[in-house]
């Protein structure tokens, strides 16, 4: 079956720490995304990435990294320079042609920092 | 900045009817308008897409219509179903550094 998935569903970590998120997708997909989710909030945008070598900062990119090295990878990394890292995060990857939209989201990372 | 309004309380509506979701916006009207169902601890999942140019789309019992001079956008389903209770998000789209994701409206389909 194709689609996204991130691992793990439950993170929990001490304050202070980097953690990382995993995405990985089989659609063959060129873009891919990272959200954060907040009760309350809708979905920001953290970082995109078009094509591999490459990614861009979205709106709420301080405190965060990433990398694609592989079409069908792109982790996050939490780093302890993230302020309130405690959220929802949602992978998301969308053909190029298609643009940021039609996207397929994974089943999301619940972290928690404490 | 952009912003997107939907509503915030949830929507409760008997089985069968159809249900209105609203959603508007302020500013610039998008390149595309989108709509997502997201069920609880769950990843959103796309719906249907309207373009700026057009007036209205259909997919099975999912109607989208986009006005822009109201600068609205109004998500029915017909026929509803219990199946059918979940978050529903509206979402304006102008490019990648332009997508922007509402709060959701909260459709609860009572049998």
């Known amino acids: 079956d194709g689609g996204i998935t991130q691992s793990p569903k439950y993170l929990f970590r001490k304050e202070g720490q980097n953690v990382t998120l995993s995405c990985e997708q089989n659609l063959n997909h060129d873009a891919m995304y990272w959200y954060r989710q907040d009760p309350g909030q809708g979905l920001r945008l953290i970082y995109y990435?078009?094509?591999?070598?490459?990614?861009q900062k979205g709106d709420i990119a301080e405190g965060y990294s990433v990398s694609r090295e592989k079409k069908e990878s792109f982790p996050l990394t939490v780093t302890s320079a993230q302020k309130n890292p405690t959220a929802f995060y949602l992978c998301a990857s969308s053909t190029r042609d298609r643009g940021p939209y039609e996207q397929y989201f994974g089943p999301g990372t619940r972290l928690t920092v404490t | 900045s952009q912003k997107i309004e939907q509503n915030s309380e949830a929507l409760n509506i008997q089985e069968g009817k159809t249900a209105t979701l609203t959603c508007n916006y302020t500013?610039?009207?998008?390149?595309?308008l989108q709509w997502y169902r997201q069920d609880p601890g769950r990843g959103p999942v796309f719906l249907l897409l309207?373009?700026?140019?057009?007036k209205e789309k259909r997919k099975e019992r999912l109607k989208v219509t986009f006005d822009t001079t109201l600068k609205q956008s109004l998500f029915h389903i017909t026929a509803s179903q219990p199946a059918d209770s979940a978050t529903y998000l509206c979402v304006f789209s102008g490019g990648y550094q332009k997508v922007t994701f509402g709060t959701g409206t909260k459709l609860q389909v009572i049998p």
């Open positions: 309207i373009r700026e140019n057009e």
């Open positions: 500013n610039y009207s998008p390149a595309y």
């Open positions: 990435s078009q094509i591999v070598n490459d990614f």
